[in-house]
């Protein structure tokens, strides 16, 4: 918990910075470089670090080969950035994403230290040291960006800052974790010892292509239909949009892949493990996500200023796709904790097509970013659901509990969240409406954490 809200704190204030001092053109930049180095990044760790953590047999031989099997994937990613990065640029016509592009590429580099010392951290539950790790990587990366920000050096601030950020994270967990495995470039593994690993990285990797293209390529082709500057604006709302999942969520999917591998075929835990870590998932972040829905002007209005205000229904989209979004953040770790990335590999990839399809239909009939936005909300109700309950099955545990728990809580919300909307309309004087809605939110929360119907997931722990 501490590593995350640490984590996130820094990431939140680096982009409120960043997002003060620059335009959305300058973040539109970052926002198609950071997305291209999205693309990279799987191949990179070539989903060889979750293998580290899912094998029950490792040792140094396999650990040593897995690492320059890293090294040279990234030496190569590396030089591909170089070749592409100007026709990359003049395919969007934005020149500085020539230079962007080989510059956050160097973080690649240290890539390799931080996935395989990163997992075996995870491996091990040493999740005390990861946190210092995170915070303190974070805490240096949002410094550097601030300070260039201040001087004027845009997009490249954030460039900058990634790199030291990633830089810090990777060299941090190999020192933290040298005492388990030290690298040998001696030692040689065989491919008997290696082809598991292998093989479960194959379609680890190819998964987190898959989520990269459910959840990055709308980027790529907003930033290409709608130019650079309503991408920033589009991928500002994104990203506050991702936090509660990608950080508060995380305190509980990331402790949940090492149990499920240690639960292995034992069914009756599995079910267990996977009912109590996604209602509690859902517990956290339903009150975060309708904040986020219901609070949307005032927080891009205190915290980005009204040169943000576009991003304000875009927020509000991205918080209502939250609510579906938050039911699918346990099966990454599961399917990788019972060995079967292979199945989230085929999940992610029909929720890409449809989701960009739905995507591309919809910016064809009406091209605006509100339009891309919500399109993304509806293609959750309609498209992602069904293909949940269907991964759920195939991986033994049941859906509907958790769906039934996600209804049954959103609808005791929903009382609260009207009165909270029908405040905000009611009073036109901002403060005054910010207090009275502040308000009846934490109140109403309050009562739910104590005597409501939070009280039956309690029990349940």
């Known amino acids: 918990m501490i590593g995350s809200v640490g984590g996130t704190l820094f990431q939140f204030l680096q982009m409120l910075v960043f997002a003060r001092l620059a335009g959305p053109e300058d973040a539109g930049d970052y926002a198609l470089a950071a997305t291209f180095i999205g693309v990279l990044t799987p191949m990179a760790e070539a989903g060889l670090s979750q293998a580290v953590v899912s094998s029950r047999t490792l040792n140094s031989r396999q650990f040593g080969a897995l ?9 190569a990613a590396i030089a591909g950035l170089f070749l592409t990065g100007s026709s990359i640029a003049a395919w969007y016509e934005r020149p500085a994403l020539a230079g962007l592009l080989p510059l956050m590429g160097m973080a690649l580099l240290f890539t390799p230290l931080g996935a395989q010392y990163g997992a ?3 491996r091990e539950m040493r999740f005390d040291d990861a946190a210092k790790i995170q915070v303190g990587s974070g805490g240096a990366g949002f410094l550097l960006v601030a300070f260039l920000a201040w001087n004027g050096w845009g997009p490249w601030a954030m460039a900058w800052g990634f790199v030291v950020r990633s830089a810090l994270a990777s060299l941090g967990c190999w020192w933290v974790a040298r005492d388990v495995f030290s690298l040998s470039w001696k030692e040689t593994s065989s491919w008997k010892e290696l082809r598991p690993l292998l093989r479960f990285g194959l379609f680890d990797l190819s998964a987190r292509w898959a989520d990269f293209l459910a959840n990055w390529l709308d980027k790529l082709i907003v930033g290409k239909w709608l130019g650079a500057a309503t991408l920033g604006f589009y991928n500002l709302a994104f990203t506050i949009g991702t936090i509660p999942t990608a950080r508060i969520g995380y305190v509980v999917t990331r402790v949940s892949f090492p149990l499920f591998a ?5 069914m009756d835990l599995r079910e267990q493990i996977f009912q109590k870590t996604t209602r509690n998932v859902v517990l956290i972040l339903y009150p975060a996500y309708l904040t986020m829905f219901l609070f949307a002007e005032e927080l891009i209005r205190l915290l980005y200023g009204a040169n943000w205000q576009p991003a304000v229904p875009l927020l509000q989209a991205f918080g209502a796709a939250g609510l579906i979004r938050t039911l699918a953040a346990g099966f990454p770790q599961l399917t990788r904790g019972i060995g079967k990335p292979q199945w989230a590999l085929l999940w992610l990839l029909l929720w890409a097509a ?6 591309a239909v919809c910016l064809w009939i009406n091209p605006a970013p509100e339009t891309a936005a919500w399109s993304r909300v509806g293609a959750k109700l ?3 659901i069904p293909l949940l309950a269907w991964l759920a099955q195939r991986c033994g545990v049941s859906f509907g509990g958790l769906l039934q728990h996600a209804w049954r809580y959103l609808i005791w919300l929903s009382p609260l969240s009207l009165a909270v909307y029908v405040a905000g309309e009611w009073l036109t004087d901002f403060w005054q409406g910010l207090f009275v809605k502040t308000l009846i939110w934490a109140a109403g929360l309050s009562w739910a954490l104590w005597r409501g119907p939070l009280r039956n997931v309690k029990r349940m722990n």
């Open 120 to 122: 075996l951290l995870s």
């Open 67 to 75: 690492f320059r099997i890293n090294f040279g994937i990234c030496l």
């Open 262 to 266: 240690k639960a292995g075929d034992n």
């Open 354 to 359: 449809a989701a960009n399809a739905v995507l």
């Open 382 to 384: 309609l498209l992602e």
